[in-house]
């Protein structure tokens, strides 16, 4: 055995022999080299990288789509509707001071009460009446007071007001005026009115004939560009709309107005103005 391997060990020359040893090391080496990757990078390998393919394939999409978008006609559609009011929404109340506060808010009570019968015989049933704030508070006043040759001040009570605030939905816009007017009269020194507000019942109808009106007038705008430029539009390609709907137009108003003004009180609502905007972009043919 070991003449046959002097042998043999002799008939190889020595710097083949170091030089298969050199590419086998270096082919193992090679081999272990890539197992290693691929067995504990390819674990450790974020999924967005993994499947880079289909990340490419998704952005080279968008930016496609993108390219599109961007050579196209760009407009934006306005659409205007005028509505008139249908309906009165009145923030009234009751505020009463005394130096008690027993007898503040049984005063403010009386004078509520004789409100709300007011509404009663004007046709203005409870689910139309909402109480909104009710409110006790104190009030102070700050004296000087004098103590062993010393000046100095402290705050003092003196009574305590109420404050009783309703909302009152008024679904007739022709008897507004003289709603208010008898409110006036039951309430007396007592009333608070501070604003009146407009609106209407449901404005899904007018938001989508505006949009219907954004939406020509996109159109109208694109067919003018392109008329004047010399090509013709394509199909859409991307579309957004964008609505204000105001629920009502508000107007404050002095109490003192009322009890000094002729009855019945004219009270007119300004119309609500319902815009839609259309933000298109059309291809170009």
Sequence with gaps: MFGLSSMVYKKMPTSNLKFSKKIALIMLSAAIALYGCSSTEEANMPNEII?????????????????????????????????????????????????????????????????????????????????????????????????????????????YVVRNDVEVTILEMGIVGRVIDNLTVAGGDDLRIDNITFGVESLINAEREAMLLASKDAIDKANAIAKEMGFSIGRVLYVSESSN?????????????????????????????????????????
């Design 245 to 285: 709907v105001p629920r009502e137009t508000n107007i404050a108003y002095d109490t003192r107005s009322f009890a000094m003004s002729e009855a019945p009180t004219p009270i007119y609502g300004s119309d609500l103005t319902v815009t839609a905007q259309i933000y298109a972009i059309f291809g170009i043919d």
């Design 51 to 159: 499947s880079s393919e289909v990340v490419y394939s998704e952005s080279a999409s968008s930016r496609n789509v993108d390219s599109q978008i961007s050579n196209g006609v760009h407009v934006i559609g306005i659409g205007k509707l005028e509505i008139e009011p249908e309906l009165a929404i009145v923030n009234v109340g009751v505020e009463v001071f005394s130096l008690s506060v027993a007898t503040a808010s049984k005063k403010a009570t009386n004078s509520l009460n004789k409100m709300l019968e007011s509404l009663k015989s004007d046709g203005i049933t409870s689910d139309q009446i909402v109480t909104k704030n009710y409110d006790i508070q104190p009030t102070y006043e700050w004296e000087d007071i004098y103590k062993n040759g010393i000046r100095s001040n402290q705050r003092v009570l003196t009574g």
